[in-house]
């Protein structure tokens, strides 16, 4: 049986920063995406009218 190794200071801090990376570039993609948004809920509404009859 392999022993494992623990983890070092070093690996919480690169989880830590890639953690806010991937928050900030979520934050980002959203507020691109958001005035979009409204055009997908008209179109999906109508696109809905048309299914459901």
């Given at each position: ?32 995406v ?6 997908a ?12 009859r």
């Open positions: 049986m392999k022993k494992k190794d623990k983890m070092v200071m070093k690996d919480y801090i690169t989880i830590g920063i890639l953690t806010a990376v991937m928050f900030a570039v979520m934050m980002i993609a959203g507020m691109v958001m005035p979009f948004l409204q055009f809920y008209i179109a999906g509404s109508a696109i809905g009218s048309f299914l459901w």
